[in-house]
């Protein structure tokens, strides 16, 4: 990890003219109790993490007095941080992006994206189109995904998105995205069973879920399938991430009158 940088805020003296005490009333009324109430806060803020060296910064009447070069040691310091975290996320390993194997499992491609191209009368959709939304997607560009058949008025949205470049945190393409289940995979056909009892449980009020028959009807059943194996009413229809588990199904502040 790169050495942290310590920015210190200096005392944050105003530099408008405005709020200067040779203005009388406006001054005043500009530099209310709740404003000078927060450039205090501002002022006695603690250290904030950023990157490297320590920089400490100057008040604003400071800066206004000064020339131009504590403007200048910023703008270096602000390219030499951002060169750092480039060069640091450039060590970062560009993982190896797998598949579920559907593509080339099934070639009439019933098991993957096709939304927005043409598609048969069961929902199966025309190879030749998939194909040629392949074709762009490896070509990457504009002009080639205008090329690429649609099944109605409706156009592909932002299909280039996965090549822009970001300039927060790391890139995309540094990191690993699990693969969808497959179209026979087990954990795809519990998911499915989840989706069916969420329909017909969707009026079942969250806070009767530890009694009512249809929750509890779906604890039964999903409590059966590997992919949901302990769930319980606490837990039941719950999200997969850290913390989802945890406190009431919905937000206390919800629980709250609100207009």
């Known amino acids: 990890m790169p ?39 501002v002022s006695s803020a603690s250290a904030i993490s950023l990157a490297s060296t320590v920089t400490p910064f100057g008040s604003s009447a400071e800066l206004g007095q000064g020339a131009l070069g504590g403007a200048h040691e910023r703008v270096t310091d602000s ?4 060169e750092e975290a ?46 040629s939304l392949l074709s762009a997607v490896r070509q ?26 970001d300039l927060e945190g790391t890139d995309s393409h540094q990191l690993a995205i699990p693969p969808f289940p497959a179209v026979a995979n087990q954990s795809l056909a519990d998911e499915a069973v989840e989706l069916y009892w969420i329909a017909l449980c969707r009026d079942v009020p969250f806070a ?20 949901f194996a302990g769930v319980t009413p606490q837990t039941l229809f719950r999200g997969f991430t850290v913390g989802d588990v945890i406190g009431p199904y919905i937000s206390q502040f919800l629980l709250k009158p609100f207009n």
């Not at 992006?97 to 927005?116: A, C, L, P, V």
């Not at 879920?209 to 059943?221: D, H, M, N, P, Q």
């Open 3 to 41: 050495l942290l940088r310590s920015v210190v805020f200096g005392e944050c003296a105003p530099t408008n003219p405005l709020n200067s005490s040779a203005t009388g009333a406006t001054a005043d009324a500009d530099t209310s109790p709740s404003r000078r109430q927060l450039f205090a806060r």
């Open 79 to 82: 390219y030499q941080v951002r």
């Open 86 to 131: 480039a060069r640091f996320e450039r060590q970062l390993p560009v993982p190896r992006q797998t598949t579920n194997g559907d593509e080339q499992e099934y070639r009439n491609f019933i098991g993957n994206y096709s939304k927005g191209l043409p598609h048969n009368a069961i929902g199966e959709v025309d190879p030749s189109a998939y194909r």
């Open 140 to 165: 990457g560009t504009a002009a080639a995904f205008e090329q690429v058949p649609l099944g109605g008025n409706t156009k592909l949205v932002n299909p280039l998105a996965g090549s822009a470049f």
């Open 208 to 227: 009767n879920f530890a009694t009512a028959a249809k929750t509890l009807g779906a604890v039964s059943e999903l409590s059966k399938l590997p992919a």
